[in-house]
T-cell receptor, first 114, second 112 residues
Framework: GAGVSQSPSNKVTEKGKDVELRCDPI?????LYWYRQSLGQGLEFLIY????????KSGLPSDRFSAERTGGSVSTLTIQRTQQEDSAVYLC????????????FGPGTRLTVL | DAKTTQPNSMESNEEEPVHLPCNHS???????IHWYRQLPSQGPEYVIH???SNVNNRMASLAIAEDRKSSTLILHRATLRDAAVYYC?????????????FGTGTRLTIIP
C-alpha cells in the first residue's frame, strides 16, 4: 500500500507570502502529526491530530501557523506571511494512534523563503 | 518526557555489528523505549521499540538493561544503507501525548 505522501516536495516562496503544505496519510490511520526540521537542527513537533481534532497544538511556533484535517484524512499546514526563519523541511507522519504505535513519515516538503 | 543521552557520532566497518548506546537514567516504569532512524534526505523511519525485555525484528535488536536506565540498539551486520542518524526516544503510554520528542541522535557512519 501507499505510504504517507506530501506535496509539494519543494516550495520556494517570497517573504510575506502564504503557503499551504499538504499531507496524505496512510489510509486508516487515525493519528496525524506535523514536524519540521530546520537546516542542521533536530526534528521539532508542531501539531497532532486525532481524527479531525487537534488535541496538541503546542508546537506551533506562532499564530502564523495553522493546520486542519478534514474527513479524518488529508491535512493542510498553512503558514501565513512567511518569514526566512520558516525555511525548513516540513514532515508529516501518521499512525493508528497510541504510544506503542509506530509513526510512518512522509518524505517531507522543503520550504525555502527568500 | 524523560530525557535520553546518545553519543553524537559513531563509525563502524561494513558487515560488522554495531552497538548504539542510549542512556535514560530518569526513565519511568511505564516509558517505552523507541528507536527511529533518519537516512539522508528522508523522513525518519521506525526501527524497534521495547519495554523491559530484549526485542528482535528484521531490522535490529534492542537490548534493555535490567534497571532500564540504558539500552543498546544492535545492528547485526551493518551495510552502507544503515548510515543514518539514530534517535532513542522514550514514550509514556499513560501521558496521553502522542508526539515524538527527538533529541540530537547518533550519526552513524559506515566505512566500506
Amino acid at each position: 500500500g501507499a505510504g504517507v505522501s506530501q506535496s509539494p516536495s519543494n516550495k520556494v516562496t517570497e517573504k510575506g507570502k502564504d503557503v499551504e503544505l499538504r499531507c496524505d496519510p496512510i489510509s486508516g490511520h487515525t493519528a496525524l502529526y506535523w514536524y519540521r526540521q530546520s537546516l542542521g537542527q533536530g526534528l521539532e513537533f508542531l501539531i497532532y491530530f486525532q481524527g479531525n481534532s487537534a488535541p496538541d497544538k503546542s508546537g506551533l511556533p506562532s499564530d502564523r501557523f495553522s493546520a486542519e484535517r478534514t474527513g479524518g484524512s488529508v491535512s493542510t499546514l498553512t503558514i501565513q506571511r512567511t518569514q526566512q526563519e520558516d525555511s525548513a523541511v516540513y514532515l508529516c507522519a501518521s499512525s493508528f494512534g497510541g504510544q506503542e504505535r509506530e509513526q510512518f513519515f512522509g518524505p517531507g516538503t522543503r520550504l525555502t523563503v527568500l | 518526557d524523560a530525557k535520553t543521552t546518545q553519543p553524537n557520532s559513531m563509525e563502524s566497518n561494513e558487515e560488522e555489528p554495531v552497538h548504539l548506546p542510549c542512556n535514560h537514567s530518569t526513565i519511568s516504569g511505564t516509558d517505552y523505549i523507541h528507536w527511529y532512524r533518519q537516512l539522508p534526505s528522508q523522513g525518519p523511519e521506525y526501527v524497534i521499540h521495547g519495554l523491559t525485555s530484549n526485542v528482535n525484528n528484521r531490522m535490529a535488536s534492542l537490548a534493555i538493561a535490567e534497571d532500564r536506565k540504558s539500552s543498546t540498539l544492535i545492528l547485526h551486520r551493518a551495510t552502507l544503507r544503515d548510515a543514518a542518524v539514530y534517535y532513542c526516544i522514550l514514550r509514556d503510554p499513560n501521558f496521553g501525548n502522542e508526539k515524538l520528542t527527538f533529541g540530537t541522535g547518533t550519526r552513524l557512519t559506515i566505512i566500506p
